[in-house]
C-alpha cells in the first residue's frame, strides 16, 4: 500500500532557513490532506491541512502547497526553528469515515 | 488541553497470549480509531468506530482483533491470541466531527515475545 509516498526519509536544515518536506499520492480520489509531527514518545499531533479545492494553506510559519495535477504536496516551514526538528507525516484523509493514510514520515532535523 | 490517553505506555506478552490496550478519548469525541506502526514500517489504519459499531476495518483487522466501548470512555483494542508480528506500536485517535482532524494518544508499545 504505496497511497501516499514520502521519498526523502530525513531532512537537515539550518536554523532561519526553510524547510521542504515533499510528498506524492496516487490516488486521485484523495481529497484532503494533513501534515502531522511527532516528537519521540509523543503521538503524532496535527499541524495544518489542506483541501483539494485550494491549491495553498497557510498558517504562521508553516505553509501546505497542493499540485492536483502531479499528485504532489509539500510543507514549507519558514524559518525553520530547532523544535521543528520531529518526524513530519503526510496524510491523506481516504474515506468520509476519517480513515487516514501515513506516508513513512520524514525526520527533519533543525540545527543550530 | 484535552487529550487522548493510552494504558500502558509499554506490554510484554507472550506469543498466544490475550491482551487488552486501553484508551481514553476525548470526551465528547464521536469517532475513534485505532492505528498501529510496526517498527519502520508505516503507520497503518486498523479501525473506526462510532455510534457504537465499527464503522471501517483494514484487512489487518481479522478476527483476532476486536474493539469496544464498554463505558462510554474508554476505547479498548483487543487481541486474542497475540502473535510475534502483532509487535507493533499501537495509536488510538479520535475526532469531534468528520472533518476535523483526530487527536492521537502517546501510543502503547506491544512487544510479543
Known amino acids: 500500500d504505496q497511497q501516499v509516498k514520502q521519498n526523502s526519509p530525513s531532512l537537515s536544515v539550518q536554523e532561519g532557513r526553510i524547510s521542504i518536506l515533499n510528498c506524492d499520492y496516487t490516488?486521485?480520489?484523495?481529497?484532503?490532506f494533513l501534515w502531522y509531527k511527532k516528537y519521540p514518545a509523543e503521538g503524532p499531533t496535527f499541524l495544518i491541512s489542506?483541501?483539494?479545492?485550494?491549491d495553498k494553506n497557510e498558517d504562521g510559519r508553516f505553509t501546505v502547497f497542493l499540485n492536483k495535477s502531479a499528485k504532489h504536496l509539500s510543507l514549507h516551514i519558514v524559518p525553520s526553528q530547532p523544535g521543528d526538528s520531529a518526524v513530519y507525516f503526510c496524510i491523506s484523509r481516504g474515506s468520509t469515515l476519517g480513515r487516514l493514510y501515513f506516508g513513512r514520515g520524514t525526520q527533519l532535523t533543525v540545527w543550530p | 488541553e484535552p487529550e487522548v490517553t493510552q494504558t500502558p505506555s509499554h506490554q510484554v506478552t507472550q506469543m498466544g497470549q490475550e491482551v487488552i490496550l486501553h484508551c481514553v478519548p476525548i470526551?465528547?469525541?464521536?469517532?475513534f480509531y485505532w492505528y498501529r506502526q510496526i517498527l519502520g514500517q508505516k503507520v497503518e489504519f486498523l479501525v473506526s468506530?462510532?455510534?457504537?459499531?465499527?464503522?471501517?476495518k483494514s484487512e489487518i483487522f481479522d478476527d483476532q482483533f476486536s474493539v469496544e466501548r464498554p463505558d462510554g470512555s474508554n476505547f479498548t483494542l483487543k487481541i486474542r491470541s497475540t502473535k510475534l508480528e502483532d509487535s507493533a506500536m499501537y495509536f488510538c485517535?479520535?475526532?469531534?466531527?468528520?472533518?476535523?482532524?483526530?487527536?492521537f494518544g502517546q501510543g502503547t508499545r506491544l512487544t510479543v515475545v
Open positions: 470526551s465528547n469525541h464521536l469517532y
Open positions: 489542506i483541501s483539494s479545492i485550494k
Open positions: 490516488n486521485s480520489m484523495f481529497d484532503y
Open positions: 468506530f462510532y455510534n457504537n459499531e465499527i464503522s471501517e
Open positions: 485517535a479520535s475526532k469531534g466531527q468528520l472533518n476535523t482532524e483526530a487527536f
